[in-house]
């Protein structure tokens, strides 16, 4: 039975929270589809077009929830926007690292970018500043939820090597009291986020 092109980006995917990025391989997949790994190249060449594919159809998968509707002003609009795209990232492991610098197959998935775009523009930003204003929010999203994955693999598994005890045990409290009291703030992902995204709104209404 011939192997399906589809098929294979959902076993990737499923395989990528198995074992994260570094882990997924065109021979470990072959191995998971029960399959040689050359029948994998007759789809994708490399790794590099397996996770252009893998990204692409997360995107698809989330996009009509990650985009919000047009009504309602565009700052609460961005909000909404880049929690969307942080939440996409999250439903895997490495999610963002997967998205990072992938290349879109889709075509069709450049409504998403339209959107964002004439939501700006009809707000009152050039063209030049409704683009860096998305590509701003986009690369925040994806900047902090790589971040946020090394420390959490999975929501709510946190690496042990960022345990907080022992995060202030290697500090000196003497020299680094600051550093040593924002240890009580460093996890709390969906703050942090929150309100970075707000400062970069504000930047935006100036």
């Not at 076993?11 to 021979?27: P, Q, Y």
């Not at 022992?166 to 929150?194: N, S, T, V």
């Amino acid at each position: 039975m011939a192997l399906d092109r589809a098929k294979v980006v959902r076993t990737a995917l499923k395989l990528l929270d198995k074992v994260g990025l570094e882990g997924l391989t065109l021979r470990r997949l072959a191995a998971e589809l029960r399959v040689q790994a050359p029948a994998l190249y007759w789809h994708f060449k490399n790794k590099q077009e397996l996770l252009d594919e893998m990204a692409t159809r997360v995107l698809a998968d989330s996009m009509n929830e990650m985009l919000p509707g047009d009504e309602g002003d565009w700052p609460a609009w961005a909000v909404y926007f880049g929690n969307g795209v942080r939440r996409m990232l999250l439903r895997y492991r490495d999610g963002a690292k997967m998205f990072s610098g992938t290349y879109l197959t889709d075509n069709s998935l450049f409504a998403g970018m339209e959107l964002a775009l004439r939501k700006f523009v009809d707000a009152g930003f050039s063209l030049r500043e409704a683009t860096y204003a998305y590509r701003t929010i986009y690369c925040y999203a994806v900047g902090f939820t790589i971040e946020e994955q090394a420390i959490c693999p999975r929501p709510g598994k946190r690496d042990p090597r960022y345990d907080l005890p022992k995060r202030a045990e290697r500090i000196d409290r003497e020299q680094f009291p600051l550093a040593l009291a924002a240890g009580k703030e460093m996890y709390k992902f969906d703050e942090q986020f929150e309100a970075g995204l707000r400062i970069i709104i504000r930047g935006l209404r100036k």
